[in-house]
């Protein structure tokens, strides 16, 4: 299956349900302040939501959960990585992505089999304080040499022009949370993000 190329992530059901008649394809449920019942309820919702959709949810990190829920997908962290089973996700028939930063995770990254690599931040970001130096549109060109098939996906600091601009040097997929999220106006920037990235993957 091919994923699209407009990825967005967000922190709660309600913005897939607010922004998925506008047409996305691929959204990621990335919840850090929640646990317990109120989690599983989180990601129970959106699956639901992205279900009558036809969306291609990921959930972040808490892979568990995803197969107790039925979803198709998870997205793991480098030191998720080494606390999951990839044996048990892979039973379940979930797929995965993996974030990397550097070239050494890259390495971890290949040696895991994912179904997606990320690669950021490619521009300077404000969603987290990360300890690695924006990795630039020249460095998505290298790495998807490097990994061949596997989707590479592009996060950090992006917009719709950047966006263009990291599917031009090699990236298939562009991912965002900020830009969106924090934007006075989350619908209309939305399909600005889907015009962008769909034309530039034609």
């Not at 006075?184 to 962008?196: H, K, Q, S, Y």
């Amino acid at each position: 299956m091919k994923l699209d190329p407009f990825y967005l992530i967000v922190d709660r059901a309600s913005w897939i349900e607010r922004l998925a008649p506008l047409g996305l394809k691929l959204v990621q449920l990335r919840v850090k302040d929640l646990e317990g019942e109120a989690l599983r309820a989180e990601i129970r919702s959106a699956k639901a939501i992205c279900d009558r959709f036809a969306i291609t949810l990921v959930i972040n990190d808490f892979w568990q959960l995803a197969i107790e829920e039925g979803c198709d997908w998870v997205h793991l962290g480098q030191e998720d990585l080494a606390d999951a089973d990839l044996g048990a996700i892979r039973a379940a028939g979930l797929k995965f992505g993996l974030s990397s930063h550097d070239d050494a995770e890259l390495d971890t990254a290949i040696a895991a089999k994912p179904d997606y690599i990320a690669l950021g931040p490619v521009f300077p970001t404000i969603l987290k304080k990360m300890k690695w130096a924006p990795q630039g549109l020249e460095k998505l060109r290298v790495w998807k040499d490097r990994i061949g098939d596997i989707p590479l996906v592009a996060i950090g600091g992006l917009t719709p022009e950047r966006a263009r601009a990291a599917l031009d040097h090699g990236a298939d997929i562009a991912s965002v949370v900020t830009d969106i999220t924090l934007n006075d106006d989350p619908e209309a920037r939305t399909l600005e993000w889907i015009a962008a990235t769909r034309k530039a993957r034609g």
